[in-house]
């Protein structure tokens, strides 16, 4: 029963590299969404998709793309790598887009941009 | 937009007292509202939520939370503490399609 699952867990990154952050997860939900974790902040909404060929912005998408090809996976890339994006990253699905739906989350991706 | 405060950001209880975590909602109608717990190094996972109905909402591990509409407050509480409950603990509403807006945690250190 794995849930949300993220990769990496952790990850250094030097200003001006790409990477893509992973997420998957095995509860057919259609909802599913990106949140980076910044201190004394709480949790930001990056992006969110409603389905599988839908994807949306939140509250800070700059310097952040994502896709929904399946219903299982939501990969953030981060396209040139700035420090102002070292934060925690969390993939969270919910069953749909409805407001009374809890979200699952994983247990995050700790990044640091150098 | 809908909003939520957590004007606490560090609260240090013994194990045994009980504990009240603040949570302050900003909506013209009732909300939804969900708590959540993050254990260092984990993601986090939902306590409680309230939609409708019962003001006095029970969750898991022992929490509780009520919904005050006359002081837009939604807080957490439970009657005795544990060291394993040392954690953050965030306050969330939706607002369109299930977008989240979180506070901004209250952390809870517990003594022995």
């Known amino acids: 029963n794995a849930g949300v699952t993220q990769t990496p867990k952790f990850q250094v990154l030097k200003t001006g590299q790409s990477m893509t952050l992973q997420c998957a997860q095995d509860?057919?939900?259609?909802?599913m969404s990106w949140y980076r974790q910044d201190p004394g902040m709480g949790l930001r909404l990056i992006h969110y998709?409603?389905?599988?060929?839908?994807?949306d912005q939140g509250e800070v998408p700059n310097g952040y793309n994502v896709s929904r090809s399946t219903t299982e996976d939501f990969p953030l890339r981060l396209l040139s790598a700035a420090p102002s994006q070292t934060s925690v990253y969390f993939c969270?699905?919910?069953?749909?887009?409805?407001?009374?739906?809890?979200?699952?989350f994983g247990d995050g991706t700790r990044l640091s941009i150098l | 937009a809908q909003s939520v405060t957590q004007p606490d950001i560090h609260i240090t209880v013994s194990e045994g007292a009980s504990l009240e975590l603040r949570c302050n909602y900003s909506?013209?109608?009732?909300?939804?509202l969900f708590w959540y717990v993050q254990s260092p190094g984990q993601g986090l996972q939902l306590l409680l939520k309230?939609?409708?109905?019962?003001?006095l909402v029970q969750g898991i591990k022992g929490f509780e939370a009520e919904f005050k509409r006359s002081q837009s407050s939604f807080n957490l509480r439970k009657p005795s503490v544990h060291w394993s409950d040392a954690a953050e603990y965030f306050c969330?509403?939706?607002?369109?399609?299930?977008?989240?807006?979180f506070g901004t945690g209250t952390r809870l250190q517990v003594t022995l």
């Open positions: 969270a699905s919910s069953y749909s887009a409805g407001n009374n739906q809890p979200q699952h």
């Open positions: 509860m057919n939900h259609e909802y």
């Open positions: 969330a509403v939706p607002d369109t399609a299930s977008k989240l807006t």
């Open positions: 309230y939609f409708s109905g019962d003001t």
């Open positions: 909506y013209g109608a009732t909300p939804y």
């Open positions: 998709s409603v389905g599988a060929g839908i994807t």
